[in-house]
């Protein structure tokens, strides 16, 4: 359509057996810069129109006579609309016989846009055709339209559940090329600038942004969201923006949607070249400008959770003994390890502990509180402190545990732990053992053979009496094992399964504590979902 509402350089399908009349609608239309294709049967019309299908160009309007010889015009038509791909084709009818109002009923049920009988005026006949395709383009746009609404809500859905930045940045990238139907790009950059980017998943991996990109970027952002409040969408000139993002190796003006988070006051951007959202129409930025803010309303949580997560990695790892700061222990080699699970996964309460006991005893302790948060790590700090108290005058483990239990009750009562001591005396190798809930110690012999200590007993913090604890003599050869589940608990496996799968590796490890811990982290701790402490020890 031009300015004035006018239809011009469209393509139209006439469809007529009378070469007289073909003719003269065809001088008509194309004396007014239409293109014609003039066929003179149904066949020929559905044959031209496959043809058309497969090379992408339908027609912008069908013009086609009542009478055909093999088909009526009207049962032409419904088989059109009968075709999802030929459907939105607009129709008209034409007729060279004048008829009633009822005569003209199955051509609206077949779905036509209107009548027009012949010979007509030509102004009338082209003022038919553009009505017909007007009305075709408008339902087509209210028909995009609703897609993109559609998509819209899904894509926000999704962009709710992410778990984490990274996910966050890739499926925003996902639904914005969607929503667009052009390249896109994503950025999140929290507050100490660290950059998340995210790309279409159908973005080919080959020439990705050069490292210097993401930098610049990075610097852009800050400039542009200083003073911001709301959406704000701007157009970056390609000198500006750097190479490869939208395309390997093409530069692009990028039109940005760019809004700011209320807490955290992290930018988070939504980029689409600027030349493919003016094919698209001015309402995909309207929605574009949507999809930005709910992707903000998502990142905000997540980078509350990341400054939460960082604290409590720092608690947690900050008050667990490195391996080269064990304390001299006399009469008994240990080894430990801890691996932190990945970034995306919550922060744990998993600790371990290595103490000298009342007695001349060694007291060691693998435990987990139970949860998932800062408050977690927080209590897991409490515990080993509160442990490291308890045990100047007390070597017992039941009746360690059982002061734990009283003091979570007292200052933590709705968290629970799972924790296992085992007092070893280096010089007979009499150990005694007390399990609260947790996964109890394998004993680990070089014949090649290994077995779970039988010690079972209550969480901490639930109150209930603690058991004497289990006692059991370890031969200098001996490895006694201690873990938390995050290295073998494995979502819909049964735990007992996986407690006998450790058992299995374990027997089979070389000789040594490290090839023993080393050993058990090849074969069970690749990317585990949860923290993982694990503590190895033997008469030296």
Known sequence: MDVNGKLTHATVLLVDDEPASRFAVESVLSRAGHRVLAVGSGGEALAELDVRLRKGNLPDVALIDVHLPDMSGFELCRLLKERPRMAGLPVVHVSALAVPPSDRCPALDAGDEAYLTVPAEPEEIE??????????????????????????????????????????????????????????????????????????????????????????????????????????????????????????????????????????????????????LRRVGPEAEALLAQLAQATALAAEPLLMYQVERHVALTLQRSFLPKPDQLPELPGVDAAVRYVPASQDAEIGGDFYAVLRAAGGGVLFAVGDVVGHSLEAATVMVE?????????VDESDPSVLAERLDRMLRHYHPETTATMCLALVDPDTGRTLISNSGHIPPLIVRDSGTADYAKAAGPLLGVGLSHPPPTELFLEPTDRLLMITDGLIETRGTDISASMEHLRAAASGALPGLDALCDTLLDCFGVDRGDDIAMLALRLG
């Open 127 to 276: 003022a038919a055709v553009r009505a017909a395709v007007r009305a075709a383009r408008l339902r087509a746009d209210d028909q995009a339209l609703v897609k993109r609404l559609t998509l819209l809500s899904e894509m926000i859905v999704t962009i709710q559940a992410a778990r984490s930045l990274q996910e966050l940045v890739d499926v925003a990238a996902d639904g914005t090329a969607r929503l667009t139907n052009t390249p896109a790009a994503v950025f999140v950059l929290d507050r100490d600038d660290e950059l998340y980017r995210g790309l279409p998943r159908d973005r080919t991996s080959v020439a990705l942004p050069a490292p210097g990109a993401d930098r610049a970027v990075a610097r852009l952002l800050r400039r542009l969201s200083q003073g911001q409040s709301g959406v704000q969408i701007t157009t970056v000139p390609a000198p500006l923006w750097p190479t490869g993002y939208f395309r390997p190796g093409v530069e692009h003006d990028a039109r940005l949607a760019l809004v700011l988070t209320q807490e955290g006051r992290a930018p988070v951007c939504l980029a689409a070249p600027t030349r493919g």
């Open 383 to 391: 515990i080993r402190h509160a442990l490291r108290a308890y045990c």
